[in-house]
């Protein structure tokens, strides 16, 4: 079964996508800032990082996606945010995917899915 971690400030959205996630059959992690994605990238090794962009009291989504490819290469990154104009930033062209978030998880879960080759996979 493969992990992933979710990095997102909101407590909402982090319960949404462990909640629709655990459906589709992965195990979900969940921080809700980026010393608690390091810490749970320390002791863990997640399959996949979400992370959201807008990352409150720390590094922004950005910054954060660039640590995480320093440390950790080859992990797959998918940014997830309510901006779209942040698809034209070239701090997020490391992303292993770019995703504007929604209601409907369609894309998100297809996206995850491409990268770890399939559902729970």
């Known amino acids: 079964m493969a992990t992933i971690l979710v990095v997102d400030d909101e407590a909402n959205v982090r319960g949404l996508y462990r ?12 921080a809700g800032s980026w ?3 390091e810490a749970v990238l320390e002791r863990e090794r997640p399959d996949l990082v979400m992370l ?5 009291g720390g590094p922004d989504g ?7 490819k320093e440390r950790h290469a080859g992990l797959p990154v998918v940014l997830v945010t309510a901006y779209g104009e942040y698809r034209s930033d070239f701090g997020t062209w ?7 978030k929604s209601a409907d ?9 491409a990268l770890l080759g399939g559902p729970g996979a």
Not at 94 to 100: I, L, P, W
Not at 105 to 113: H, M, P, V, Y
Request: zero cysteines; a negative charge; charged letters at 35%.
């Open 19 to 30: 909640d629709e996630l655990t459906d589709a059959g992965y195990r979900v992690l969940a």
């Open 35 to 37: 010393a608690e994605a």
């Open 52 to 56: 959201d962009i807008r990352l409150e």
């Open 62 to 68: 950005i910054e954060a996606l660039r640590r995480i």
């Open 94 to 100: 490391a992303a292993d995917g770019y995703v504007v």
């Open 105 to 113: 998880l369609t894309e998100l879960k297809a996206r995850i899915a």
